[in-house]
């Protein structure tokens, strides 16, 4: 199983950016899919997750500014990003639930102010 992220960039503060993870493979059935982000110098946190039934989670930092949504037809998951800040600046990382955890490469976003 691979995932495949993309959509991460510069942007100001205030703007918005769409991120897009399709995951390829042997796959049956994802369990959950979603993103976790880390700041310089700081531990990978969950910004969102969503379940194969469309329930999502969010950190408390990205209530109400990111929405996270997948495509099962095409195992694919985004996160689109409205309204950033400057602390939203990370690597942003794809997981995937498929009977064990795996993880894209990474896409930084960076937000200037």
């Known amino acids: 199983v691979q995932l495949q992220a993309s959509g991460g960039g510069l942007v100001q503060a205030g703007g918005s950016l769409r991120l897009s993870c399709a995951a390829s493979g042997s796959i049956f059935v994802i369990n959950r899919m979603g993103w976790y982000r880390q700041a310089a110098g700081k531990q990978r946190e969950l910004v969102a997750i969503?379940?194969?039934?469309?329930?999502?989670i969010y950190a408390d930092s990205v209530k109400g500014r990111f929405t996270i949504s997948r495509d099962n037809a095409k195992n694919t998951v985004y996160l689109q990003m409205n309204s950033l800040k400057p602390e939203d600046t990370a690597v942003y990382y794809c997981y995937a639930y498929i009977r064990r955890d795996y993880w894209g490469q990474g896409t930084l976003v960076t937000v200037s102010s």
């Open positions: 969503i379940t194969s039934g469309s329930s999502s």
